[in-house]
């Protein structure tokens, strides 16, 4: 049997367990200081009430011959995928039904999708990137070529017609950057893709947390997207589902004149028994009247967290980007030291830890990843430690 | 963007809709009519009482922040792995709690494990055979050979040592046939996967199915296993997880010197974000000792169906496997019918629906697929009325 020796080409990210591992040591060597992770990319609130209703009514239906359900279908339930339907529709895209596949989260997805393309496929995407992006097509053995994100682009570089690119990654808001494309520079996108014959992958997994409203929340608001864009959302950060696992991914009918809705189709019905049906419950509780009340208090709390790090980080003058449609907060590390150097001064200095940002890429050297998943108070205070520590 | 072509070799399957559409013409000619379903192929009982339980109280830790889970390891929760293992140790199968993975279901991870391996691999499977099985390897471009399974060989193929294969599938208890292996019979293919540095994926869907005490319920428990096979495991038919999902996979550490276990663990932290937390705490609570006696209960409920079912078709001197530690009953198809011919005749005159064999393969032809999942009086009417059909 031969293994696939791609994964021998795939680099490992100590990213986290080193922070891990500085956290720990500065705690034993300094046991009454208080470290706040600033740096932190899980939700921290629980789920909303009308979820854990859903949840609880639907492990009561399965306690009972009468009400169980077995296998469903792979694709999803409609009574989930109606509401996600409607929920497009409210932005204006009117989807079909059968292109709306309900998953257990967007990084299966982000990975799955990859089956009903060839291996041999040029893929495009940012650096600084979403570590997973990277790491599913090294393990495919594919082409990856990068555009460069940086100070003078906002961190939302834009095509380059002279390179030629058949896979498309772009997530807007992006993690770890918080940038967010407009609808202009994502049409420039789409014309690229649609020149080119290329597939955009759309991570909109942050979408909720987008307020103003001439931004676009799914890539299907700029024109010619559905003839070359797949769109993967995910309930983790919009609805705190990081443990409870919910997804959906929109594959539309229009690409290879609808070959790949088909194929997908049928990658799922062979490879996937569908997401638990407890879970799509609770996740259509979330596209409820109630439910979209309940999740936007909690999204107003992160954002608030956000908005708090964008105005102190804008006091001090420190250059960032994020922190506004965006849980995320990108800032430029001070007096020319080091992603690592800063995350080193700040633990020590400020006793906050947040994300270097070199470990999502060469071009992520020099800056440094923040979010608005604490704590309130917790937050407020940490980051007026944090603009202190300038060297 | 070059889509994968090999989607273009999967042969389209009609048997489950043929079936459905057949059933509902009987149904709408004749509305009188009960028809019974000994095909099925899903389980009816509901959760076992103590999962419902740790459901409920999972969904209430995620009710509150100081109780909440967000992002689990992508291999499982401890408070799960350490129930499985314990588990194996029953049956003399000592694991290594980083060998356990958590997965949401058998039919994922017999895809996703072939992420690890190259696409240039000779696999080998049983005809008939659970679909999924082939669809998989069509759409990787793999070569696939088959071993033949017969009256003969009572549909337990060993191996042919002058074929030379990579990947090996087994499945025992058999579906689609229920034709169980004994520890002698897994031996020699331990053996040959052992002399071709080949790779076994055991599936073992239907472990809790097996009373007599000297057949294996892991393919652990023959010598040579822990070097050349990989488990997979599920609590779809054992727990009635079809619509809760959740399973479990076993990579050895010895297998290639611990890479593949290596390569699975990188393989599952860049494209799964981990089951539910709320489905883990559910399948933990299979484990209990309460759980298993109520999950006993449950597969006694349906064995009882699958021995009415051998009984009847023993006296009626109808050729079958199957029936006996395994709910899947496999039998030979009377007075020279075929699959279809015998699907009609059961349904126009014995008002019982199954499964055609010839579904499974073109050695499936002449033979047909019954279950012990449905209920016990239905099931009782059913197969009195069924021996009856000989033409």
Request: charged share 25%.
């Amino acid at each position: 049997m031969k293994i696939n020796k791609n994964y021998y080409n795939l680099a490992e990210s100590y990213l986290f367990s080193t922070i891990a591992k500085k956290v720990k040591a500065y705690s034993e060597a300094n046991p009454d200081v208080n470290i706040t992770k600033l740096g932190i990319g899980d939700v921290t609130l629980p789920l909303a009430p009308s979820v854990i209703d859903a949840l609880h009514k639907a492990v009561e239906d399965q306690a009972s011959a009468s009400t169980f359900y077995g296998y469903g279908p792979e694709q999803g339930y409609d009574f989930l995928r109606q509401p996600i339907q409607e929920y497009y529709k409210k932005r204006g895209v009117d989807l079909d039904i059968n292109e709306i596949f309900i998953s257990d989260g967007a990084k299966s997805d982000i990975a799955n999708i990859m089956d009903i393309m060839d291996n041999d496929n040029v893929v495009i995407m940012p650096d600084p990137v979403y570590p997973a992006y990277l790491d599913v097509n090294v393990m495919l053995g594919r082409k990856v070529l990068f555009t460069i994100g940086n100070k003078e682009n906002g961190f939302k570089p834009l095509p380059d017609k002279s390179v030629k690119a058949d896979i498309i990654y772009i997530c807007s808001p992006n993690n770890p950057t918080g940038a967010v494309y407009n609808k202009e520079e994502l049409k420039a996108w789409v014309d690229y893709a649609l020149e080119n014959k290329a597939i955009i992958l759309f991570d909109a997994a942050y979408e909720k947390y987008i307020s103003s409203d001439d931004l676009p929340r799914t890539i299907y608001e700029v024109e010619g997207a559905r003839d070359c864009a797949i769109e993967i959302c995910s309930l983790s950060k919009t609805a705190g589902f990081t443990g409870t696992r919910c997804g959906y991914t929109i594959v539309p009918k229009n690409l290879y004149g609808g070959d790949m809705n088909k194929m997908w189709v049928r990658r799922q019905t062979t490879k996937f028994n569908g997401t638990s049906y407890i879970v799509q419950r609770g996740a259509a509780a979330v596209f409820t009247e109630q439910g979209q009340k309940e999740i936007k208090e909690q999204v107003a709390y992160y954002m608030n967290n956000a908005h708090t790090i964008h105005d102190e980080l804008t006091k001090a003058g420190i250059w960032h980007v994020g922190g506004v449609n965006s849980p995320y907060i990108w800032l430029e590390v001070p007096a020319g030291m080091t992603s690592w150097e800063y995350f080193d001064a700040l633990l020590n200095e400020g006793h906050v830890v947040g994300t270097p940002g070199v470990g999502f890429g060469a071009h992520g050297e020099g800056f440094f990843r923040l979010t608005g998943f604490g704590n309130k108070e917790k937050t407020e205070e940490a980051i007026k430690r944090l603009v202190k520590v300038r060297r």
